[in-house]
């Protein structure tokens, strides 16, 4: 049955990832809330870990970030199998005049937690998270996203560390998959890191608002310093498709589940809101062939 989770997810290579949860934004009932959170509960205990892929709010209004909203949303998960997260630009950046912005550390107070970058191990595989210092705008405009070189020598450092299969996840999509979104010293810089490390199973982004019915490039192999790797970037959870044919604020709330062995990424797409897995291109699964 199509809500069925099904054995294949029980394996110690599979990872939830859930991004762009706009806490505040969409015209949320309790029931949609609590529905979509307790399949992602449902779903912790098939998986190895849990990768959040940044703007997990949506602050619409400049003086009140949704902070607490997160917050009481994040506590009510389950937390049986590690999470990692990230910073979004809406996380850092309020999108209504006068645009506030926030650096890095006053979001992590904000929203109670410590460690700008992430570190999870999910056993087989590790899951490494890294958020920009800042997210810098000129009024309206956004800068592309940068990360420090300290957050450089951080993500260089874990890889040398240890030699396990490894997930990287930012905000925004590396430019060998959707340009523009990076900027050119951070994408040369991770450019070289993972050309360096061959362990790297993939870049797991956010921020686009992949539509999963009709973006065909939102789950593929890159060639990234040389070495074929996943790029997923990934639907939101939080609705509003890009590119949506229909009302945006309809739009499913989706997570995907992605299962690695060595060689290979298998992607599953889930409606958070129907409880069942979901068809990308009319297949069930895509598998992806990486160096990993």
Same mark, same amino acid.
Not at 66 to 75: C, L, M, P, S, Y
Not at 194 to 214: E, F, K, P, Y
Not at 264 to 280: A, E, G, K, M
């Given at each position: 049955?199509?809500?069925?989770?099904?054995?294949?997810?029980?394996?110690?290579?599979?990872?939830?990832?859930? #991004?762009? #949860?706009?806490?505040?934004?969409?015209?949320?009932?309790? #029931?949609?809330?609590?529905?979509? +959170?307790?399949?992602?509960?449902?779903?912790?205990?098939?998986?190895?870990?849990?990768?959040?892929?940044?703007?997990?709010?949506?602050?619409?209004?400049?003086?009140?970030?949704?902070?607490?909203?997160?917050?009481?949303?994040?506590?009510?998960? =389950?937390?049986?199998?590690?999470?990692?997260?990230?910073?979004?630009?809406?996380?850092?950046?309020?999108? /209504? !005049?006068?645009?506030?912005?926030?650096?890095?550390?006053?979001?992590?107070?904000?929203?109670?937690?410590? +460690?700008? =970058?992430?570190?999870?191990?999910?056993?087989?595989?590790?899951? &490494?998270?890294?958020?920009?210092?800042?997210? =810098?705008?000129?009024?309206?405009?956004?800068?592309?996203?940068?990360? !420090?070189?300290?957050?450089?020598?951080? &993500?260089?450092?874990?890889? /040398?560390?240890?030699?396990?299969?490894?997930?990287?996840?930012?905000?925004?999509?590396?430019?060998?998959?959707?340009?523009?979104?990076?900027?050119?010293?951070? /994408?040369?810089?991770? @450019?070289?890191?993972?050309?360096?490390?061959?362990?790297?199973?993939?870049?797991?982004? +956010?921020?686009?608002?992949?539509?999963?019915?009709?973006?065909?490039?939102?789950?593929?192999?890159?060639?990234? +310093?040389?070495?074929?790797?996943?790029?997923? @970037?990934?639907?939101?959870?939080?609705?509003?498709?890009?590119?949506?044919?229909?009302?945006?604020?309809?739009?499913?709330?989706?997570?995907?589940?992605?299962?690695?062995?060595?060689?290979?990424?298998?992607?599953?797409?889930? @409606?958070?809101?129907?409880?069942?897995?979901?068809?990308?291109?009319?297949?069930?699964?895509?598998?992806?062939?990486?160096?990993?």
């Amino acid at each position: 049955m199509a809500r069925d989770y099904p054995v294949s997810l029980d394996t110690a290579g599979a990872l939830l990832f859930v #991004t762009d #949860t706009h806490l505040g934004r969409r015209a949320y009932t309790a #029931t949609q809330l609590e529905v979509a +959170g307790a399949d992602i509960d449902k779903l912790v205990p098939h998986v190895s870990g849990v990768a959040v892929g940044g703007d997990l709010i949506h602050w619409g209004v400049p003086g009140s970030p949704e902070d607490a909203q997160w917050k009481a949303w994040f506590a009510a998960r =389950n937390k049986a199998k590690p999470w990692a997260r990230v910073a979004g630009k809406h996380d850092m950046n309020s999108f /209504a !005049s006068p645009y506030p912005t926030r650096t890095a550390t006053q979001w992590l107070a904000a929203i109670g937690e410590t +460690g700008q =970058n992430q570190a999870i191990d999910c056993g087989q595989f590790r899951v &490494l998270a890294v958020s920009p210092d800042m997210w =810098n705008r000129i009024g309206a405009t956004e800068d592309p996203m940068a990360l !420090s070189q300290s957050t450089i020598d951080w &993500l260089s450092a874990q890889l /040398a560390a240890d030699s396990r299969p490894t997930w990287l996840v930012s905000h925004v999509p590396l430019p060998q998959q959707y340009s523009g979104h990076m900027a050119t010293a951070t /994408a040369t810089a991770l @450019n070289t890191v993972i050309g360096q490390n061959t362990h790297v199973i993939g870049w797991l982004s +956010g921020h686009r608002h992949a539509d999963i019915r009709n973006d065909l490039n939102h789950a593929q192999q890159l060639t990234v +310093g040389g070495r074929r790797i996943a790029g997923i @970037n990934g639907p939101p959870a939080g609705g509003q498709v890009n590119g949506t044919t229909v009302d945006p604020w309809d739009s499913p709330l989706w997570a995907m589940v992605l299962s690695y062995t060595p060689g290979q990424v298998v992607c599953r797409w889930r @409606n958070l809101l129907t409880r069942s897995w979901d068809t990308h291109a009319g297949v069930r699964t895509k598998t992806i062939t990486i160096d990993a």
